[in-house]
């Protein structure tokens, strides 16, 4: 009995230790409120909106996450509006909730909040995406994707899979303006092709995102740019606008215009295994687990890692055809 405790206790240190989570109390003298049962924790989490699959997708395991784990989750939605992001946080403080979590809608002009909410002695944890600021103090970890590695896989692909021509015009459908996957995504896409003088991005403009801002760039982009050879989408959701709009326009996406998008959710998946999209690079959705788990250690007195980032793959065509049955997203 007792070595099967031990046993426990070790698979229990190695999967905290997984999540970037420790048990072991804080020895910082934090601002971690005393252990509180779960039921009695009431966390609040400001989405940034439903802009894409991706989005809807991350929204549900989140609640799920909390529903399973018996937490009280109050939750807004930003509809992709700092202020609006800023004001729901704002009212968590009022309300006092004992966790803060959140995606920023971009990286910039967070200080202020987050200040209150360290005034107010509620820990703030990032999920998803990055705050551009100097003070790590003001959140207890961020926990997501690596966004410029992301756009480095995307580069690689490229660059082997044209490997062969003399030049290679592209255009990059960027993600909000201001926001870390869209600043990151290009700079790890830019970074690897830079060395590669065959590469020349020929128009770069955000389509927010979403599929109808994807498909509008695009239509545009197809009218005044004589040739494309690759789309490069920082999301699923916009690579099907651009799909449909290349689409139109009598072309054959996948094959006329070959396409690279970024996080793998059902519909861009299915794209890919009908070969409309020839790469994705999955950026997951499903933090809620590891939210749960971090929030869990912060009630414990324990410390987490303040980056905890999450392992991804990349799929091909045929890669999605043999994923798709089991993928749940
Ligand atoms: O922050 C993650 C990004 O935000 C996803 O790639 C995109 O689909 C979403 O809107």
Redesign the pocket.
């Known amino acids: 009995m007792k070595k099967k405790l031990i046993a426990l206790a070790a698979v229990g240190a190695l999967i905290a230790g997984l999540a970037g989570c420790s048990s072991a109390p804080a020895t910082s003298g934090g601002d971690a409120p005393a252990a509180k049962d779960l039921k009695d924790l009431v966390v609040g989490f400001a989405q940034?909106?439903a802009?894409?699959?991706?989005?809807t997708a991350?929204t549900k395991d989140i609640q799920d996450s909390f529903k399973e784990a018996g937490i009280e989750l109050k939750f807004s939605d930003a509809q992709q509006k700092q202020e609006n992001q800023i004001k729901a946080i704002r009212s968590y403080i009022q309300q006092k909730v004992d966790y803060i979590a959140f995606?920023p809608v971009v990286e910039t002009g967070w200080d202020a909040v987050l200040n209150e909410a360290k005034a107010a002695g509620i820990p703030v944890i990032l999920t998803?995406?990055a705050v551009d600021s100097k003070d790590e103090s003001l959140y207890k970890t961020f926990l997501?994707?690596d966004?410029v590695a992301e756009g480095k896989k995307a580069g690689e692909w490229a660059k082997t899979e044209f490997a062969d021509a003399d030049s290679v015009k592209v255009v990059q459908l960027e993600?909000?303006t201001g926001?870390?996957?869209a600043i990151d995504?290009a700079e790890g896409f830019a970074d690897v092709i830079k060395g590669d003088k065959k590469f020349d991005i020929v128009a770069s403009q955000t389509g927010d995102?979403?599929r109808a801002g994807g498909r509008q760039v695009m239509e545009a982009l197809l009218k005044s740019q004589p040739h494309i050879d690759l789309v490069y989408s920082?999301?699923?959701?916009m690579g099907l606008g651009a799909i449909e709009a290349i689409e139109a326009a009598g072309l054959t996406p996948g094959k006329d215009i070959k396409i690279i998008t970024?996080?793998a959710?059902h519909d861009g998946m299915q794209a890919l295994a009908d070969g409309k999209i020839n790469f994705i690079v999955e950026?997951s959705?499903l933090l809620g687990k590891q939210l749960i788990d971090v929030i869990k250690t912060l009630n414990e007195g324990g410390t987490v890692e303040k980056r905890i980032v999450t392992e991804e793959t990349t799929f091909t065509q045929e890669q999605a055809a043999e994923a798709l049955p089991d993928r749940k997203y």
């Not at 802009?51 to 989005?55: A, I, L, V």
């Not at 920082?234 to 959701?237: E, G, P, S």
């Open positions: 940034v909106g802009e894409s699959g991706w989005r991350n995606s998803d995406r997501g994707s966004f993600g909000t926001a870390a996957p995504r995102f979403t920082h999301n699923d959701d970024v996080d959710v950026c959705p």
